[in-house]
Every structure is written in structure tokens, then in C-alpha cells.
Nanobody, 119 residues
Framework: QVQLVESGGGLVQAGGPLRLSCAAA????????MAWYRQAPGKQRELVGS???????NYVDSVKGRFAISRDNAKNTLYLQMDSLLPEDTAVYYC?????????????WGQGTQVTVSS
């Protein structure tokens, strides 16, 4: 149907930047809202932030001022620019999207990309 593939994760020192990407692939689909989630070891998955088709964003309080979500609708790609990273940001980051396909609105998940922040 629609596949979401995250990339850009890796190991980074505290205070550094990292940029994640999420590319949507498939046929005859239209992406609606998109979001980034993350899940740290031993913890529940949480919503990091979301973005509408028009580019309006919101964020969890813990990342406000440090993370920025953007999207390129022509490329069906979602981005997460992370600055001033903290060890607490270490998690698997997941892309999520709502997409119209086959006459219905469905929700999709990527498989995740690991972000590790060293102190």
C-alpha cells in the first residue's frame, strides 16, 4: 500500500544536530498529516510532533525550540531536524502518516531509525 522508510539516524554527541528523513512510497496515494514518534529503551512510545499538509506544526514540550518538523509534499518526504540533542533524546524514531488510498484514509508506520546521543 504505502511504505514509510526512515533514514538519518545514528550516533551523535550531546549538543549536536541530526536530521531524520521519512520517504513515502507507493502508488495512487495522497498523504495527509504526518508525525514523528519515538520510543526510548524501556519506555512507552510518545508523540514528538506533527505537521499538517499546509505546514502547521506542534511539538511535545520536551523538544520545543530544539526540534523542527518540515515536509516536502512534492517528494512525499517528512523531515525532523534535531538540534541541541540530549542523552534523553536517545530512542528509536518512527515516522507516521495518514494517507488516502483506495477510497479510504489509513494510518501507516515506518520501521524506525535509531538515534543515540552520548553524554
Amino acid at each position: 500500500q504505502v511504505q514509510l522508510v526512515e533514514s538519518g539516524g545514528g550516533l551523535v554527541q550531546a549538543g549536536g544536530p541530526l536530521r531524520l528523513s521519512c520517504a513515502a512510497a507507493g502508488s495512487r496515494f495522497t498523504i495527509n498529516a504526518m508525525a514523528w514518534y519515538r520510543q526510548a529503551p524501556g519506555k512507552q512510545r510518545e508523540l514528538v510532533g506533527s505537521i499538517t499538509v499546509g505546514g502547521r506544526t506542534n511539538y511535545v514540550d520536551s523538544v520545543k525550540g530544539r526540534f523542527a518538523i518540515s515536509r516536502d509534499n512534492a517528494k512525499n518526504t517528512l523531515y525532523l531536524q534535531m538540534d541541541s540533542l540530549l542523552p534523553e533524546d536517545t530512542a528509536v524514531y518512527y515516522c507516521n502518516a495518514n494517507a488516502w488510498q483506495g477510497g479510504g484514509l489509513r494510518n501507516y508506520w515506518g520501521q524506525g531509525t535509531q538515534v543515540t546521543v552520548s553524554s
